[in-house]
């Protein structure tokens, strides 16, 4: 089985939004591959220290909503960006490199 998207949403209106991939307990991150109970779990601990009474939902998003802004627009609290319209990689496309 492969990794899935899953979207890390506090409830109410803390901060604190955080799209991972997972499979069973494994999880990918920005940071590295860690175990999901490892990385859920610090995750509370560190926005406890912030916000007192931050809970979160975990919602399974399809791979489309990754890359598509449109669709991500669909749930609610959710608004990602497109790869097209990242600066670094506009930049890479349009500018030759020294």
């Known amino acids: 089985m492969g990794f899935s998207a899953l979207w890390i949403k506090p409830r109410g209106q803390y901060c604190g939004n955080h799209?991972?991939?997972?499979?069973?307990?494994?999880?990918f991150d920005y940071h590295r591959y860690s175990r999901l109970p490892v990385l859920?779990?610090?995750?509370?601990?560190?926005?406890k220290r912030w916000?007192?009474?931050?809970?979160?939902?975990?919602?399974?998003?399809?791979?489309?909503?990754?890359?598509?802004?449109?669709?991500?627009?669909?749930?609610?609290?959710?608004?990602?960006?497109e790869p097209q319209q990242f600066v670094a990689r506009r930049y890479a496309t349009r500018e030759k490199i020294p």
Not at 19 to 27: F, G, L, P, Q
Not at 40 to 45: A, G, K
Request: no cysteine; glycine share 4%.
């Open 51 to 81: 916000w007192r009474g931050w809970q979160t939902d975990h919602i399974s998003l399809p791979k489309s909503v990754l890359i598509s802004e449109a669709e991500s627009k669909t749930y609610d609290g959710l608004w990602l960006r």
């Open 19 to 27: 799209i991972i991939v997972a499979r069973e307990d494994v999880a």
């Open 40 to 47: 859920l779990s610090h995750m509370e601990r560190k926005a």
